[in-house]
């Protein structure tokens, strides 16, 4: 036997028979049906472009906005490099001259800079006589102390700072302990 042989399926015109004819009224339905989804699908395609244009745009946005993030920073702390500069430039002026003055001059432009970076979010972190923590300091070493309770910075070396509530740099401290131990 043959696996070629195949059965004829039934006549055309059987099967013709069989399908009942379609109406008008099933073909204005059917017509009208297939306008409505040629429509979705166009209002589909307008929706998945305007989306991919939005994805495209807030991308960009999200780019120039870590680009330029800095910018009122940096407006602020322009007036502080224009008064360092004057007062290197007085410095070089007068060679020595006026010591306390510049002195002041400084200390001036210190208090100015740390006045922008305080409203910019910038917090010190407070440690001396703190006890230890070691999310917000950095010990470098331990030192014998009657005066400072144990496990309490004893010494700063270097400030730490916070932005808002994240830690930009821990404190570099050296931390108490009691006499006589190892």
């Known amino acids: ?85 004057a007062a290197l430039n007085a410095v070089q002026a007068n060679a020595g001259d006026n010591a306390k003055s510049l002195l002041t001059g400084v200390t001036m432009i210190h208090q100015q800079l740390k006045g922008v970076l305080l409203e910019a979010g910038l917090e010190e972190i407070e440690s001396h006589g703190k006890p230890f923590d070691p999310n917000l300091h950095e010990a470098v070493s331990q030192a014998e102390s009657a005066e400072h309770p144990e496990g309490h910075v004893m010494q700063q070396l270097r400030k730490g700072y916070r932005l808002r509530e994240r830690l930009l740099r821990p404190a570099t401290v050296v ?8």
């Open 175 to 182: 931390v108490a302990k009691t006499p006589g131990q190892t």
């Open 1 to 85: 036997m043959s696996k070629n042989t195949t059965q004829p399926d039934a006549a055309p015109e059987t099967a013709a028979a069989a399908e009942p004819a379609l109406t008008a009224a099933q073909i204005e339905e059917l017509k009208a049906q297939a306008a409505k989804a040629a429509e979705h699908w166009d209002r589909l395609l307008r929706n998945t472009a305007d989306f991919e244009n939005f994805k495209k745009r807030a991308a960009r946005e999200r780019q120039d906005a870590v680009k330029f993030a800095n910018e009122g920073l940096m407006q602020k702390l322009i007036p502080v490099l224009d008064n360092f500069e």
